[in-house]
């Protein structure tokens, strides 16, 4: 068996080297000290029973996720698969449940089987197949992320409510996802530490070949490995779908690079051999208190992946010099010292309540402010039109004297959830918020109507929630004067084909059905092929050029923005404005450039920094009780050659 534990070198002895070895030990738990000490300090809202509970809320994903990868990485292996078999697992619950009438808990064996499933096949290519885990896993990050696509057919379905309690709180203040976290990790630290098949784990990951010619069943191992994986791969898609009423075919992507991230960051060696869940669990706290204190210190969306990113380096850094040092933690089920652990952790403890005991003085009294503070959470900063809103956003806090916070969901409806969290335990005067999904955004919205902070939503709506003002354009009516622009320039007859928007989104769900409205009026035009672009240029232009390998005769291309139609205008080359007319959506500064220039037919814009300050003002209304209408309509407006020169957008 792999015990990692190693001599103490001869000058390590001493008080100096003593808490040098202390640190290296306990890096992971020293970095978690630091921060919340760090952020107590900068921030008088960090420290509040409603923060802390949110950190834990943001971390149980993550974390029970986490502890399934601590199992492979430990015997030496990679699981890239987790973030899909997540989606995959709350997808097929609420499928099963909502849509076929599957008894609840027959749908959770069954979201459960899906994630065991996933993982013995994963186990079966690796151990079996002889496929390194990086392949095996990446294959079923797309299989599982394609099977969740396909059984919602790209749309959210609500999930069961029964299950949807696992997202509430007990008692009014105890988030049931933090017991969840609690429990998956006492099971995992008890899988680690007391079982057959966690000893294995350290075996094989010591030395697989060691471990074989000892009589251990290598390939049986991994095939429980990865099926203990995928396990809680579905419990964490459980929990995550609970906490936003809907299984979302697009959530978790990304995830399980933090969960990999919270594994290594938790001391745990990519070598194999090393970890234990306690480890993963503060690594998993560290990267939800990042988060959490960068969005509250206003921190730019863009420099906290910069800093997630170094931490991530330094952990490993970290590990890298431990072991040098021959500092190795002891691997959990190997023995070692835990009265000293314990004591450890004790004193880590009182150590930080007293420095952040000091630190309160800081914030005392220091929250008089009279500048009304709010918090904008867009859907995703990778976009030139929320980038406009942003921007329309910004100009007119500042004219209005408005401390404005601005946070970036990067198409996440869990990430987003954690910012209004993060905006709502504040104590903000208002909220504006731009959903990633109008379902996922329900329960945080409620959150905030219930601490009494008005809502506002801009360009899409929240559903099953109350929202002070929704300030929006009209996705559908702007799809169909999108279709009818089209048509009327092709005569009424043609052959077209159309882009559509990320698959999940309620944006491409309501262009896509006033496309297909708008076309209702026009039998002449022949849709050859409809396929998703993702909102994004690059994925444009490789979707247009296949798809002018199969329909060369192409006449018109419709987009469900700018962005994919600048994409396809790019695959079309000299076609573009000519022998195929192109209609794009958002009025962009690069679209009516594309308008200008002649090979964008035309833009159906919406005046996205119309939308940001229009938001702003109604937000401040709200905030100084004055009356706001509950909707506010921005126009659409469809842009050509013949008008682009007079917009300003």
Avoid: C
Avoid at 21 to 46: E, W
Avoid at 82 to 100: C, I, N
Avoid at 626 to 637: A, E, G, W
């Amino acid at each position: 068996m792999a015990t990692d534990t190693l001599k103490r070198p001869a000058g390590a002895s001493g008080a100096p080297g003593g808490l040098r070895r202390l640190l290296l030990d306990n890096g992971a738990l020293t970095a978690l000290i630091v921060l919340v000490i760090a952020l107590s300090a900068l921030s008088g809202d960090f420290l509040t029973t409603d923060n802390l509970l949110n950190i834990g809320v943001q971390a149980a994903v993550t974390a029970i996720l986490a502890f399934g990868v601590t199992f492979v990485i430990v015997s030496a292996g990679i699981d890239l698969s987790v973030g899909s078999v997540a989606a995959l697992s709350a997808t097929v619950l609420a499928w099963s449940a909502t849509s076929h009438g599957v008894p609840v808990v027959l749908a959770v064996l069954m979201a459960v089987a899906t994630g065991i499933v996933a993982g013995l096949v994963n186990g079966f290519l690796i151990a079996y197949g002889k496929l390194p885990p990086f392949i095996a896993t990446l294959a079923m990050l797309s299989v599982g992320r394609g099977l969740a696509l396909v059984i919602s057919q790209g749309s959210p379905i609500a999930f069961p409510d029964s299950v949807s309690h696992l997202g509430d709180t007990l008692g009014g203040w105890l988030p049931v996802p933090v017991l969840v976290m609690v429990v998956m990790g006492l099971i995992a630290a008890f899988v680690l530490g007391r079982t057959y098949i966690g000893r294995s784990m350290y075996a094989i990951g010591g030395n697989e070949e060691a471990a074989r010619l000892s009589g251990l069943r290598v390939k049986r191992q991994k095939l429980a490995i990865y099926a203990l994986s995928g396990l809680f791969a579905a419990a964490a898609g459980i929990v995550l779908a609970s906490r936003l009423s809907s299984a979302q075919p697009q959530a978790a992507d990304g995830y399980e690079l933090d969960a990999i991230a919270a594994v290594v960051i938790g001391g745990a060696s990519l070598a194999g051999g090393t970890g234990k869940a306690s480890g993963t669990l503060i690594g998993a706290l560290i990267l939800a208190v990042l988060r959490n204190g960068l969005n509250l210190l206003s921190v730019s969306a863009f420099w906290q992946q910069v800093v997630i990113g170094v931490v991530i380096a330094l952990a490993v850094l970290l590990d890298t010099v431990r072991r040098k040092a021959g500092a190795t933690p002891v691997a959990a089920g190997t023995g070692g010292p835990k009265g000293k652990q314990a004591a450890t952790y004790a004193l880590a403890a009182v150590v930080t309540v007293a420095i952040v005991g000091a630190t309160s003085f800081l914030h005392s009294g220091s929250s008089s402010s009279t500048t009304p503070k709010m918090g904008l959470s867009l859907s995703t900063l990778n976009n030139p039109f929320f980038v406009q809103i942003r921007s329309g956003a910004q100009a007119e806090a500042k004219k209005l004297g408005v401390d404005l916070t601005v946070t970036d969901a990067q198409n996440d409806a869990s990430q987003q959830a954690n910012q209004l969290q993060n905006f709502t335990s504040s104590g903000l005067g208002a909220i504006i918020v731009n959903p990633v999904d109008s379902d996922a955004a329900s329960n945080s919205v409620k959150a905030a109507d219930k601490a009494k902070i008005p809502v506002i939503a801009v360009d899409r709506g929240v559903n099953h929630a109350s929202v002070d003002t929704l300030v929006a354009s009209d996705n559908v009516a702007g799809g169909e004067l999108a279709a009818k622009t089209i048509a009327e320039k092709l005569g009424g007859k043609g052959k077209i084909v159309i882009l559509q928007g990320q698959a999940g989104t309620s944006a491409a769900r309501e262009r896509a059905a006033g496309f297909a409205q708008g076309l209702k009026a026009y039998p002449g035009i022949q849709v050859l092929a409809q396929q998703p672009a993702d909102f994004d240029r690059t994925k444009g232009l490789d979707v247009m050029s296949n798809l002018l390998q199969a329909h060369p005769d192409v006449q018109g291309v419709i987009a469900a923005n700018d962005e994919m139609a600048l994409g396809a205008i790019k695959a079309l080359g000299s076609k573009a404005g000519k022998s195929v007319q192109v209609v794009g959506f958002d009025g962009t500064p690069d679209g009516l450039t594309a308008v200008k220039n002649g090979t964008l037919y035309a833009s159906v814009a919406q005046q996205p920094s119309q939308l940001g300050k229009i938001a702003v003002d109604n937000a401040l209304k709200a905030v100084k009780g004055d009356k706001v209408d509950p909707t506010v309509k921005v126009p659409v407006k469809v842009v050509t050659k013949d008008n682009v020169a007079g917009f300003t957008g």
